[in-house]
């Protein structure tokens, strides 16, 4: 796989798991927000980091992690993340799958095949809104039977949706949770600035305007929760 990060531990990327993160290079969204543009637009063509070198290490930390998240960038575009997949389970660890859909086929085969633990998609924002958002031509339609792939799956997954003052309104998210009515779990992350965006001149909400947008949220996915707010 192309593999341009690797943090050794964390507390946050995987529910109530210790584990490490694998950053994968490319995506095929072009969203404005995105915080690690440095995965999508200008990757560094040097200092790859070996599919070895983190295997290696996992084996040393197998006792201490529990899992591995595999991010992006879009892993699904890497033609080898299956295998990748199998490596990691071959060690007894779990996966965290970091996902925009984009591939169902392959999000089925992981997890008809067992190969992944947990998987959290984003759900960029509404049909209508998505292709904008996205910063592409068009709505991608794998995305909507990535969501019915995990709807009707018994894996662990969660859905969320990272809100921007200049993409995102009550009537997007009222419309998105619409769609996605019937999820187990969905978040509303606030934006922050991560000083590697795609585009300039996005902001986030304030706490209350969070909280507006929750009240929205619950009125059809009743367990919605906020993240980053607070």
Not at 105 to 126: C, G, H, P, T
Not at 200 to 220: I, K, N, P, Q, T
Request: aromatic share 8%; net charge negative.
């Amino acid at each position: 796989m192309l593999i341009k990060g690797f943090q050794k531990t964390t507390l946050l990327d995987y529910p109530s798991k210790v584990a490490a993160t694998v950053f994968t290079g490319g995506c095929n969204f072009r969203c404005p927000f995105c915080h690690n543009a440095s995965l999508v637009t200008h990757i560094d063509n040097e200092n790859d980091i070996s599919e070895n070198e983190i295997l290696e290490y996992l084996k040393k930390r197998k006792g201490i992690l529990d899992g591995i998240c595999i991010t992006g960038g879009e892993p699904t575009l890497q033609p080898d993340l299956k295998d990748f997949c199998k490596k990691v389970k071959e060690i007894g660890l779990l996966i965290k799958l970091d996902t925009n859909g984009t591939r169902p086929e392959l999000l089925s085969e992981l997890i008809n095949e067992k190969l992944i633990d947990y998987v959290a998609m984003d759900i960029k924002n509404s049909k209508e809104a998505y292709a904008q958002t996205c910063g592409i031509p068009e709505f991608p339609h794998g995305v909507e039977e990535s969501i019915y792939i995990l709807i009707n799956s018994d894996i662990p997954y969660e859905f969320r949706t990272t809100v921007v003052r200049e993409l995102h309104s009550k009537d997007n998210i009222a419309s998105l949770c619409q769609w996605i009515k019937g999820a187990k779990k969905y978040y509303l992350q606030r934006f922050t600035d991560s000083g590697d965006l795609i585009s300039e001149g996005l902001s986030s909400l304030s706490d209350e305007e969070m909280e507006e947008l929750l009240e929205v949220a619950r009125e059809y996915i009743p367990s919605a929760e906020l993240r980053g707010v607070g």
